[in-house]
Structure formats: C-alpha cells, structure tokens
C-alpha cells in the first residue's frame, strides 16, 4: 500500500499527523503535510488508512499494490 499526498490540495490541518504519527510530518516551512514514504510498511496501515479517511481536504488517497 502507498499513499499519495496533494500538497496543492493540503491546507496543513495537522489531522494526517494526529492519527498516523508515524508517518506524517508537517513541514517548519510551510505547515504543510510531507509525503509519508512509501510502501507503507504492513504494521502502520490501519494509521495510513485513517489519516485518508480523516483529512479534512481529502489531499491524501490510498494506492493500493
């Protein structure tokens, strides 16, 4: 599974970090969300799969592989 990241879309609500800590990050710069690097390994996906569901943007979609 990977998931993909709209920066364009992204308005830096912060809702990806708090339910997938482990794989977002926001950006000192902008605010904004970091990709998550992909694949994303099996143990963090029920995170990954929240965080999709849960943006407020909808700036994340899930690539499954």
């Known amino acids: 599974m990977r998931i993909e990241l709209d920066r364009n879309v992204c308005q830096g609500h912060g809702v990806c ?5 482990n794989l977002f990050t926001l ?4 605010g904004l969300a970091i990709q998550p690097s992909n694949p994303i390994a099996p143990e963090f996906q029920d995170e990954g799969r929240l965080s999709v569901v849960s943006c407020p943007e909808r700036s994340l979609r899930i690539i499954e592989e």
């Open 17 to 21: 970090q708090m339910t997938a800590p």
């Open 27 to 30: 950006s000192d710069e902008d």
